[in-house]
């Protein structure tokens, strides 16, 4: 099958659809290509003419995308759901994550309406159905040869149908990317940190390398924060992790920086404790401008003695006890009552807040939420900074992961999309 002239490296057709797992792949990818790799950069670029072409060819007035479409640019005899809901997926996602520029929404929006109007009906049952996806290309029983434009257009194989599996996945995906449309420009060209000195775990992989992992972006594993992560990454905002310790040269690079669960012993045989320096730092920040996110955990699992001397200085005290064991599943027992219109969550949750310490707020600190006359999390404004400290790192992957037991009335996940935007919200 000859896709592309040996001498030009130009097809005869396109197919609307290999295209667009292209581009999906593309933008998938990056998700886990190494933000270092010396070709990271070459894939953001595939990326970028990828979308040029797709928006270049996109219908002005369905916002659809055809099924082929020739070298001339002369459409097949229709649109189809699949490629069009790919492309949609594909570009919104890529300005989401700032590969893409910000005005190639606009592309993404009129697809998804395009869909929604051309594509989305309801079924003889009452249920939703997406029609006009193509279903398989065929190998055989064809008077039209392989790879062609007649082949993919008249084949009687290529008659599009309702519901099918190649349409409804990237439909899905494209509704969840443009789920995010309404908030991922607030945090475009901002950077959360994520602390890997004072929490600085490691475990060896299954490739048997040692890496970092407990309260990571990239621990996808229930210890991670890679669920913590994606809220962050709903309103457009830039992961990074910082493996040293904190310098103010380090910290302008970022404009939120998370800290969670400071190591013992027990934890890390070599940990890392808070001193003078670091604390120095972290504080010049805050007070131009930081938003500084402090985890705690309880006093079996965290250091507080040195962690202490840095949170002091805006007005929080951790204080070393242990406080909402559970038994077995008693999840009543861990459970905590965040109510509305906090200053910091706008809607109200039910947190589940398992084995953690206490806060003591002092001077610019004032409680947020408490339970039972302690003090669970608090907010202090200093300078043009602005810190959120609580009890435990609670919307780790374990707990807001839907996959696990927890049940469905913990809205972990929901609290997290509502700190992170809380925090874009003050990041400058």
């Known amino acids: 099958m000859k896709w592309a002239d040996s001498k030009t490296g130009l097809s005869p057709e396109v197919w609307g659809r290999a295209m667009g797992w292209y581009a999906m792949a593309l933008v998938d990818v990056l ?59 594909a570009i919104a996602k890529g300005v989401r994550m700032g590969y893409l520029p910000q005005s190639n929404e606009a592309s993404a929006r009129r697809g998804w309406q395009g869909i929604q109007k051309a594509f989305v009906t309801t079924g003889a049952d009452g249920l939703m159905e997406l029609d006009g996806t193509v279903k398989v290309g065929g190998l055989g029983g064809t008077p039209y040869r392989s790879g062609t434009f007649d082949y993919y257009i008249y084949y009687i194989g290529e008659k599009p149908v309702a519901n099918d599996a190649n349409g409804i996945g990237a439909f899905l995906l494209a509704g969840s990317e443009m789920g995010q449309t309404g908030t991922e420009a607030m945090g475009q060209g901002k950077t959360v940190l994520v602390d890997a000195w004072f ?160 806060i003591t707020v002092s001077g610019p600190a004032k409680a947020v939420v408490t339970d039972k006359g302690d003090v669970l ?9 602005t810190v959120f400290a609580v009890t435990d790192p609670w919307i780790y992957n374990e707990y807001v992961d839907r996959r696990n037991t927890l049940p469905v009335e913990f809205d972990g996940y929901d609290a997290a999309i509502d700190l992170a935007g809380w925090a874009v919200q003050r990041a400058r």
């Open 31 to 89: 998700d886990w290509f190494p933000v270092d790799h010396p070709q990271r950069t070459a894939l953001v670029a595939a990326l970028n003419r990828t979308a040029e072409a797709a928006i270049r060819y996109q219908d002005p007035k369905t916002g659809l995308w055809w099924q082929v479409v020739d070298q001339a640019g002369k459409p097949g005899n229709y649109t189809e759901a699949s490629a069009s809901c790919m492309f949609v997926y």
């Open 199 to 358: 929490n600085s775990q490691t475990r060896k992989n299954a490739a048997g390398q040692t890496e970092l992992f407990h309260y990571k972006w990239d621990d996808d594993a229930n210890s991670g924060f890679s669920f913590f992560g994606r809220a962050f990454q709903r309103y457009g905002v830039t992961l990074a992790t910082l493996k040293t310790a904190p310098t103010l040269q380090d910290l302008k690079k970022a404009q939120i920086y998370v800290m969670a669960s400071p190591d013992i012993p027990a934890k890390n045989p070599t940990p890392n404790y808070m001193d003078k320096a670091s604390g120095d730092a972290i504080e010049a920040w805050v007070k131009a401008g930081g938003v500084l996110i402090l985890m705690e955990n309880d006093v079996n699992n965290s250091e507080f003695e040195h962690f202490n001397t840095m949170s002091e200085r805006f007005g929080i005290h951790f204080n070393p006890v242990l406080r909402n064991a559970v038994v077995n599943n008693t999840w009543s027992q861990g459970t905590v009552m965040i109510p509305a219109n906090t200053g910091v969550f706008a809607h109200p949750h039910q947190a589940y807040l398992k084995e953690i310490c206490t």
């Open 377 to 385: 999390m608090a907010v202090a404004k200093v300078g043009k900074g």
